[in-house]
């Protein structure tokens, strides 16, 4: 069985720091794409971060440079590393896993980005 559990979301200020965690189980980590979606109030799903097989990163313009995700192949995690964030930024954030036509998505966290 799959499972994508996402953790560390919450409330935070304006202009602090969040880390999210995702531990993945039941799937061959190492070589799966992973990936970090969010989707805020009365938007659609849309990609925040992505972290290849080989290292290689990819990130929105949204959230380039106060955003760094990273892999734990060794522990079958991913994190996102969020600086700096503002309001917009809230959303439930989504973990994803791809490999070839194998997809799967975690349950999400709710991150609030409030004063």
């Known amino acids: 069985q799959v499972q994508l559990v996402e953790s560390g979301g919450g409330l935070v200020q304006p202009g602090r720091s969040l880390t999210l965690s995702c531990e993945a189980s039941g799937i061959a980590f190492s070589g799966y794409t992973m990936r970090w979606y969010r989707q805020g109030p009365g938007k659609e799903r849309d990609l925040v971060a992505g972290?290849?097989?080989?290292?290689?990163?990819v990130y929105s313009d949204s959230v380039k440079g106060r955003f760094t995700i990273s892999r734990d192949n060794a522990k079958s995690m991913i994190y996102l590393q969020m600086n700096n964030v503002k309001p917009e930024d809230t959303a439930v954030y989504y973990c994803?896993?791809?490999?070839?036509?194998?997809?799967?998505w975690g349950q999400g966290t709710q991150v609030t980005v409030s004063s």
């Open positions: 972290v290849g097989t080989s290292g290689t990163t």
């Open positions: 994803f896993a791809a490999r070839a036509l194998n997809t799967y």
